[in-house]
């Protein structure tokens, strides 16, 4: 659906069913799951190209704002609709219905923020609550969009923030579900060719012709709320969540339970495995991940092949997390080169090689289960990471008995 007029990059960030998933169709998806999306890197990486092409798609249902660190939110108020700040001044009535006016009328489905870490913490948390759709005014929310609005900011790596580093990062982490490093992912050198040869001119290309394709992303995003989610898929968040949490009994039997003692506590081999590098993913994480994957086998249907939901999911697992701050950075830094997404693909490795050896034990108890049956021969097979199995084996079969 989305491709990018004036960025170029045919760098691969994942193959799936041997189609090749470029930039675009990253965000591609993340427009069609509603998944706010932060882009960081380098100057001149093409950040702010990227986010003016998609902005392109949506018309005047679009904002740009550019994050600068003397921006109020009064300031933020009058870019979004000139009228905020005239109602501010007013004596509202305690219903607030001069602002719910106000806010039904913000039809913007798409905020963009150039250098979002340039912007005060006041103005970033309203700004994360437009990404998220709605306005907050003395408390209460107000929603915008009128049920679709979606995100996308830049920032640069050691860039100065206005706070410390880890505050930004805890909200980024907690607003934007889609964290992609571009210096990792760069433009191939034909494409820095065809963009010179198009285009000479140095400063961002802004676009004369809006091209307002606002209903049919709207209709793919509600198109794929609407699509089965396979229990592979559920299975393999679960694992992400709880099979991730496990540790051996001597450590606790949790990562979640060891708190700040994660990873300082473990020893050994365990120091040396995977149980040192990695934290669970969060429900709310999972549900991000779960509707990238969705989105992204929409993709790879369309160009033609058949979804792989191991992979698809694997491939979100990895764009997702690995700058959720649930990796260990000593580790990253130490033995993959300072690269996450080099520690993901570790992971996902280990992943792929436990997960097949479970398939079928995996198969045979839901369909068990979903006949109301337990075997405690079959429920026994599921030890360490792939104890969380027998729970939901368990459950699901005394649910179909009431």
Request: charged share 25%; with cysteine.
């Given at each position: 659906?989305?491709k ?20 675009s ?111 907050e ?21 050691g860039?100065?923030?206005?706070e410390?580093?880890?505050?930004l ?18 433009p191939q ?64 039997g ?56 191991f ?8 764009f ?83």
């Open positions: 659906m989305f990018a007029k004036t960025y170029k990059n045919s760098a691969e960030l994942a193959n799936l069913s041997g189609v090749p998933i470029y930039m169709d990253m965000v591609d998806a993340s427009l069609r799951g509603r998944l706010n999306t932060f882009l960081q890197g380098n100057t001149g990486s093409g950040k702010t190209q990227l986010v003016r092409d998609v902005m392109q798609y949506f018309g005047d249902k679009s904002l740009f704002i550019l994050g600068r660190n003397d921006m109020d939110t009064r300031e933020l108020f009058q870019q979004v609709n000139p009228e905020f700040l005239k109602a501010l001044k007013e004596q509202r009535d305690i219903s607030g219905m001069r602002f719910k006016e106000l806010t039904d009328k913000v039809n913007y489905h798409f905020i963009a923020v150039d250098e979002l870490p340039n912007c005060v913490p006041a103005v970033r948390a309203q700004l994360f609550n437009l990404f998220d759709g709605f306005i005014i003395d408390g209460k929310a107000y929603p915008i969009g009128s049920g679709y609005s979606v995100g996308m900011a830049t920032g640069n790596i860039q100065q923030f206005t410390s580093s880890n505050e990062g805890r909200a980024l982490k907690d607003r934007m579900h889609l964290i992609i490093d571009t210096d990792y992912y760069r050198p034909i494409d820095t060719l065809d963009m010179l040869e198009a285009d000479r001119n140095p400063r961002v290309n802004f676009g004369e012709k809006h091209e307002d394709k606002t209903k049919e992303i709207i209709e793919s995003h509600k198109n794929l709320r609407k699509r089965e989610i396979s229990d592979e898929k559920y299975i393999l968040a679960n694992y992400l969540i709880h099979g991730l949490d496990y540790l051996p009994d001597e450590f606790g949790s990562k979640t339970a060891l708190k700040s003692g994660w990873p300082n506590k473990l020893e050994g081999h365990a120091l040396g495995s995977d149980e040192a590098l990695i934290l669970p993913v969060s429900p709310r994480a999972a549900k991000s991940i779960i509707t990238l994957s969705q989105a992204l086998d929409s993709i790879v249907e369309e160009k033609g092949a058949e979804p792989d939901h992979n698809s999911m694997m491939t979100a697992f990895k997702a997390s690995a700058y959720s701050g649930i990796l260990n950075q000593a580790i990253v830094m130490q033995n993959y080169d300072e690269n996450p997404y080099k520690a993901m693909d570790a992971v996902i490795e280990t992943t792929k090689t436990q997960f097949k050896q479970q398939e079928d034990k995996i198969i045979a108890g839901l369909d068990m289960a979903g006949r109301g049956k337990k075997s405690e021969r079959l429920l026994n097979e599921f030890q360490g990471r792939w104890g969380f199995m027998r729970n939901i084996l368990e459950s699901l079969a005394d649910r179909q008995k009431r």
